[in-house]
């Protein structure tokens, strides 16, 4: 069909998520929601399949009437980097519109949904700074609306609030970045901006790094511009916080390999050593903050703070190899990030998904209420499991594959910059990704365990019921997208190295499958008897092997029988108190690193009969949250307090404002001369 | 690809056979040095073998997940094993980078045990569960950065060639950085085989449980997998503390030949490797009697003097100008 370009079907994509915004305020009755979510549905569809040929190097470009009639046209163009996060988003909004069709959402809200999706197809598909930052703001203000859902909590909407505020301060950021380059470009088109940030001075380039790392910091959750996170990513709707955890902080990682190696083509060293500092603080401290958290969504909104992190590391590490002089390795870090990106997306989604199937069967999402939903649950609770193994790194899911190339590239870049501060800082790199792998392994087991394991803790608990399909759906194409991103790491990879390559500007021949996941032809270097065709998948083979087997020697030579017994707990009945909580769970990390955490407690006791017998307990513990308290409020305490004594400028008095006015233009005069 | 196979069958074999072998061993090491007769050396497969014949009693709460951690631990720790050299200096399944892998194998082993134990609601459980995981938090980067150690010494990534490596370096290899790599070597693989001063392995006290804890509702023939899987993963990180700490006299892999050869070969690295493993072992048993059972909290600290370690010997060969 000669007619159907993938620029033709990016564009219907685009119109049907319009329809989509628009079907559910036109709609009668009970069908608006659906209606609105079928288009959102449809339009991904759409979507995943113009980018496919985008990401192989096919040009997509789409040059719409631009909606300001002075401002010239929008050129949307996706180049093979947009389209992989193109993909992404697409990707991840078809599970979350399936989610939708299960929710019975306002129209406002099904509206904001498909406008946040097309915002972020838009950013990740501009050609142009004013597309670039329209879209932007689109995404940012369907998502406030997204965030705003229950509105009449006033935790959401204090949410929401610091939600706006943040994401306007990085916009600020990034729009100075962009101000910058056009400068000295001497126009608003992308191309244009690359020739100007190669003419700049070194100070302005490093200026333009640092506002961009501001700026894409805050919509990524970088620490310490992340305290917006754990406060709207839980607020929203399920499907929502999904799009907002699993994809919106990606188009911040978009934004980075933009500015870094697009635009400004690398640069010194120590762009790369903060980046990799930033990325080592959000990981290790988000991950830590999840750990002790026992709110399931905020504790995945943590997660997410430490997955952005590790990017960042990955980013940081490319920046700096680049500067050192090996981009082979370089191309490897932006491919491990980028795997890293589809692997995060796929599970988050997944595990938000999961944490809003069990809020509707509960109507709980703090742990410390929840308890033997896999039994009430069965089917959620399996899927669930698979996202919990997936974001642990753990095999066969795709997170061990991306978290491999990443120690892989870590390695690398300390083997091959022998003696030198960037070798030591690769090894310490690696070291706290293996840290905060392991971490997230203990806080997955402590929230699936508490959730799902033993026994209820509440009466809402007992009372669940299995998620209704659409959700099961929607949870098992995500958990399915992860598995095929661990098993088909021989195909996944060598694509995300040619987009890489073309980031970093190698040639890709340097990153075939072989190189990349360091199998050698059996004999050679490499310390292996397998042939090269066997790849990582085969000691994942031999698991299921050797699973199978185990089974099979226990059913033959063991005498198989069994019969259940109630727990032994010391003598008396099995209580559900008796079980371990999640803030138990992971007391032992709490106190290791209570150094990092500031953990506090309080125990009031209400006294009964006798001192040894008291009538109750009552026991509050929590760690600091240090950024609000030691960053943000006293700048605000600052910013509020100059506010105050200038308002003593504000006299009432007309008098006064023009003898103001007056004196500014006078000052002003004197300036301009 | 037929040499793959054959080459896997061997390992698993030599694995699932000498492991419970190397755990007697140290069993009556442990009980001579304390002044005891001990248990006879063939005890703990004459416990496996009970163990599958015996009659399980499950908790009531538990589900497929619970029947389900057991034939993942043991296929995630005999798969490791296969990326391990052993016998000769390559790994049946090993490549550039393998010990990543080795490392998340023996992480997914952990974690399925350790969710599979919270189904039984009890306290102790979530003990022993709680601890294992913050214990393994720690102890991953210190495995990490010790292997990575010896990767920086011989410039490849696959465990199989540093071991050959190492091996054909000779006596010449045993340098400062080295030593240092063993010592750190030691202590990661007294924290990944439960011993004292990390864990105690034969205490009956739950509340000083790490991962006996999590044991406790186990029974029968899954009680079995788990205990033999235990004692693999004991074998396997003694066999690579073995060949990259101890690496001299380890065969390089033989070129085409007859068969008979190879196996000869083999069988004499498989000889050799299992004196080294034995000899790491009675260490670990005078280390176990001479030492207190460390506090949880004192973790870190003593995690933390591998990474030291390991971090010294990469500065010192950097500054050797290797």
């Known amino acids: 069909m000669e007619g159907v370009t993938p620029g033709n079907l990016f564009a219907a994509a685009l119109l049907t998520y319009l329809a989509g915004a628009a079907l559910p305020f036109l709609m009668p009755g009970g069908r608006r929601g659906r209606a609105g979510y079928v288009a959102a549905f449809a339009a991904s569809a759409l979507s995943l399949a113009a980018a496919l040929p985008a990401l192989a190097g096919h040009r997509v470009e789409l040059a719409l009437p631009g909606p300001v009639p002075l401002l010239g046209s929008f050129h949307l163009a996706l180049d093979p980097t947009g389209a992989f996060f193109a993909l992404l988003i697409a990707g991840l909004a078809v599970p979350a519109a399936l989610y939708g069709l299960a929710e019975s959402s306002p129209p406002w809200q099904v509206a904001g949904f498909n406008l946040f999706v097309l915002g972020m197809l838009a950013v990740v598909a501009a050609a142009g700074v004013l597309p670039f930052l329209m879209a932007w703001e689109l995404m940012a203000l369907a998502s406030y609306f997204l965030v705003m859902a229950e509105h009449q909590r006033p935790e959401v909407r204090r949410a929401g609030y610091v939600y706006l505020v943040m994401t306007h301060l990085g916009t600020l950021f990034i729009?100075?970045?962009?101000?910058?380059?056009?400068?000295?470009?001497?126009?608003?088109?992308?191309?244009?901006?690359?020739?100007?940030?190669?003419?700049?001075?070194?100070?302005?380039?490093?200026?333009?790094?640092?506002?961009?790392?501001?700026?894409?910091?805050?919509?990524?959750?970088?620490?310490?511009?992340?305290?917006?996170?754990?406060?709207?990513?839980?607020?929203?709707?399920?499907?929502?916080?999904?799009?907002?955890?699993?994809?919106?902080?990606?188009?911040?990682?978009?934004?980075?390999?933009?500015?870094?190696?697009?635009f400004l083509g690398g640069g010194p060293a120590w762009w790369g050593g903060t980046l990799l500092l930033a990325g080592a603080v959000s990981a290790l401290g988000g991950v830590l903050y999840a750990a002790v958290e026992g709110h399931l969504k905020r504790m995945l909104a943590f997660s997410t703070v430490e997955n952005v992190g590790v990017m960042a590391m990955g980013l940081g590490?490319?920046?700096?190899?680049?500067?050192?002089?090996?981009?082979?390795?370089?191309?490897?870090?932006?491919?491990?990030?980028?795997?890293?990106?589809?692997?995060?997306?796929?599970?988050?989604?997944?595990?938000?998904?999961?944490?809003?199937?069990?809020?509707?069967?509960?109507?709980?999402?703090?742990?410390?209420?929840?308890?033997?939903?896999?039994?009430?649950?069965?089917?959620?609770?399996?899927?669930?499991?698979?996202?919990?193994?997936?974001?642990?790194?753990?095999?066969?899911?795709?997170?061990?594959?991306?978290?491999?190339?990443?120690?892989?590239?870590?390695?690398?870049?300390?083997?091959?910059?022998?003696?030198?501060?960037?070798?030591?800082?690769?090894?310490?790199?690696?070291?706290?990704?293996?840290?905060?792998?392991?971490?997230v392994a203990a806080t997955m087991v402590k929230a699936y365990g508490v959730a799902f394991l033993g026994l209820p803790r509440s009466a809402a608990a007992e009372s669940a019921r299995e998620a209704a399909p659409a959700v099961r759906g929607a949870m098992a194409m995500l958990a399915v997208a992860d598995l095929a991103l661990g098993l088909g790491a021989g195909v996944v990879a060598p694509a995300l190295g040619r987009v890489?390559?073309?980031?970093?500007?190698?040639?890709?021949?340097?990153?075939?499958?072989?190189?990349?996941?360091?199998?050698?032809?059996?004999?050679?270097?490499?310390?292996?008897?397998?042939?090269?065709?066997?790849?990582?998948?085969?000691?994942?083979?031999?698991?299921?092997?050797?699973?199978?087997?185990?089974?099979?020697?226990?059913?033959?030579?063991?005498?198989?029988r069994w019969r259940f017994g109630p727990t032994w707990t010391c003598g008396i009945l099995p209580d559900p108190r008796m079980q371990y909580s999640a803030a138990g769970y992971t007391s032992p990390i709490r106190l290791m690193f209570r150094r990092l955490l500031w953990p506090s407690k309080q125990v009031r006791v209400t006294a009964g009969d006798h001192p040894l017998f008291p009538h109750a307990m009552e026991y509050t513990g929590g760690v600091l949250p240090v950024y609000d308290t030691h960053l943000y409020r006293p700048?605000?305490?600052?910013?509020?307090?100059?506010?105050?004594?200038?308002?003593?400028?504000?006299?009432?008095?007309?008098?006064?404002?023009?003898?103001?006015?007056?004196?500014?233009?006078?000052?002003?005069?004197?300036?301009?001369? | 690809m037929g040499n793959t196979v054959l080459a896997a069958a061997g390992q698993l074999a030599l694995v699932l056979f000498l492991a419970p072998l190397v755990q007697g061993i140290i069993k009556r090491a442990k009980g001579r040095l304390q002044g005891r007769r001990g248990p006879g050396i063939g005890q703990p497969y004459a416990d496996l073998r009970k163990l599958l014949l015996k009659e399980m009693v499950l908790p009531e709460t538990a589900t497929w997940l619970f029947w389900a951690a057991p034939y993942v631990y043991f296929a995630a720790i005999l798969a490791a094993a296969l990326l391990v050299p052993m016998a000769l200096a390559a790994?049946?399944?090993?490549?550039?980078?393998?010990?990543?892998?080795?490392?998340?194998?023996?992480?997914?082993?952990?974690?399925?045990?350790?969710l599979a134990t919270l189904e039984s609601g009890s306290a102790f459980a979530g003990m022993g569960s709680s601890r294992e995981m913050a214990l393994g938090a720690l102890v991953e980067p210190a495995l990490l950065l010790t292997l990575a150690t010896f990767f920086l010494r011989t410039g490849s990534t696959g465990l199989g060639d540093v071991a050959g490596a190492l091996s054909a370096a000779g006596w010449s290899g045993v340098t400062l950085p080295h030593l240092l790599g063993l010592l750190a070597l030691l202590v990661v693989a007294v924290a990944e085989t439960g011993r004292v001063p990390v864990d105690n392995p034969d205490t009956h006290l739950e509340l000083t449980m790490i991962h006996e804890g999590m044991l406790l509702e186990y029974s029968g023939p899954l009680l079995a997998l788990i205990t033999w899987a235990a004692q693999a993963k004991q074998f396997l990180v003694l066999a690579l503390a073995a060949n990259l700490a101890l690496p001299w006299g380890l065969p390089a892999v033989p070129g085409p030949g007859p068969a008979g050869a190879l196996?000869?070969?083999?069988?004499?690295?498989?000889?050799?490797?299992?004196?080294?493993?034995?000899?790491?072992?009675?260490?670990?048993?005078?280390?176990?009697?001479?030492?207190?059972?460390?506090?949880?909290?004192?973790?870190?600290?003593?995690?933390?003097?591998?990474?030291?370690?390991?971090?010294?010997?990469?500065?010192?060969?950097?500054?050797?100008?290797?």
């Open chain 1, 500 to 560: 890489a390559a073309g980031l970093v500007g190698v040639p890709a021949t340097g990153l075939s499958a072989r190189a990349m996941l360091g199998v050698v032809a059996g004999g050679a270097a490499g310390g292996g008897l397998a042939p090269a065709a066997l790849l990582p998948v085969a000691p994942l083979a031999a698991l299921l092997g050797l699973a199978a087997l185990g089974w099979l020697a226990a059913r033959r030579y063991g005498r198989l």
């Open chain 1, 635 to 673: 700048v605000l305490n600052a910013v509020l307090g100059a506010a105050r004594r200038l308002r003593r400028l504000q006299m009432g008095d007309t008098q006064i404002y023009l003898i103001y006015l007056f004196g500014t233009l006078l000052l002003l005069l004197v300036l301009a001369r």
């Open chain 1, 317 to 439: 590490a490319a920046l700096w190899a680049q500067a050192a002089g090996r981009p082979a390795v370089a191309a490897l870090a932006v491919a491990a990030v980028l795997y890293h990106a589809a692997h995060h997306s796929a599970t988050k989604g997944l595990l938000f998904l999961g944490a809003g199937a069990v809020h509707h069967a509960t109507g709980a999402l703090n742990l410390e209420q929840m308890g033997g939903l896999i039994r009430r649950m069965p089917r959620t609770a399996a899927w669930f499991l698979a996202g919990a193994v997936a974001i642990s790194a753990l095999p066969p899911m795709g997170g061990l594959v991306s978290e491999w190339l990443l120690l892989h590239t870590f390695l690398q870049m300390a083997a091959a910059l022998p003696a030198s501060l960037a070798g030591a800082v690769a090894l310490a790199g690696a070291a706290v990704l293996a840290l905060t792998g392991a971490l």
């Open chain 1, 175 to 262: 729009i100075a970045a962009f101000l910058l380059l056009v400068r000295a470009g001497g126009g608003t088109g992308f191309d244009q901006l690359r020739a100007g940030a190669a003419a700049l001075p070194a100070a302005q380039r490093s200026l333009v790094f640092l506002l961009a790392l501001a700026g894409f910091g805050t919509k990524g959750g970088l620490i310490p511009l992340h305290v917006w996170l754990p406060r709207a990513h839980p607020v929203a709707p399920s499907h929502a916080s999904a799009l907002m955890s699993g994809v919106m902080v990606k188009t911040a990682i978009y934004g980075l390999l933009r500015f870094a190696l697009d």
């Open chain 2, 91 to 114: 790994a049946p399944l090993g490549f550039g980078g393998d010990a990543i892998l080795l490392i998340y194998l023996l992480a997914l082993g952990r974690f399925a045990l350790a």
């Open chain 2, 263 to 322: 196996a000869l070969t083999a069988a004499s690295g498989a000889g050799l490797l299992l004196v080294k493993v034995v000899a790491l072992g009675l260490l670990l048993a005078a280390i176990e009697t001479v030492s207190a059972k460390i506090r949880i909290l004192r973790l870190p600290e003593f995690l933390g003097t591998a990474v030291l370690l390991a971090g010294l010997a990469v500065l010192i060969q950097w500054g050797m100008g290797g």
